[in-house]
């Protein structure tokens, strides 16, 4: 599996952004994809998955009533919307794909919020 993660860019504190994961290789579907992101000096933390199957979504304090995860699994594509971001919030996202002992990671795409 391999994975790109864009959407990102520069947006104003209060404002919304849409990240995509997009995935290529077979069985997809069977994937949990999480993101993740990193600030500058410090460690990478867990926002939000969406497991395969039932599509069960997690996410984390920093993204719990801001964020949206979803999938489209015809796509090969796993969203995240952002919505009322926080100069906190600038970050490198990530996103990757796990299924068991298997683990892939793309890219990170890069959020600024300018206060």
């Known amino acids: 599996v391999q994975l790109q993660a864009y959407g990102g860019g520069l947006v104003q504190a209060g404002g919304s952004r849409r990240l995509s994961c997009s995935a290529s290789g077979r069985a997809f579907i069977n994937y949990t994809v999480a993101w993740f992101r990193q600030a500058p000096g410090k460690a990478r933390e867990f926002v939000s998955a969406v497991k395969y199957g039932l599509g069960t979504k997690y996410y984390g304090d920093v993204a719990k009533g801001r964020f949206t995860i979803s999938r489209d699994n015809d796509k090969k594509i796993v969203y995240l919307q952002m919505n009322s971001l926080e100069p906190d919030d600038t970050a490198v996202y990530y996103c990757?794909?796990?299924?068991?002992?298997?683990?892939?990671w793309g890219q990170g795409t890069q959020v600024t919020v300018s206060s």
């Open positions: 990757n794909a796990k299924r068991n002992e298997l683990l892939y």
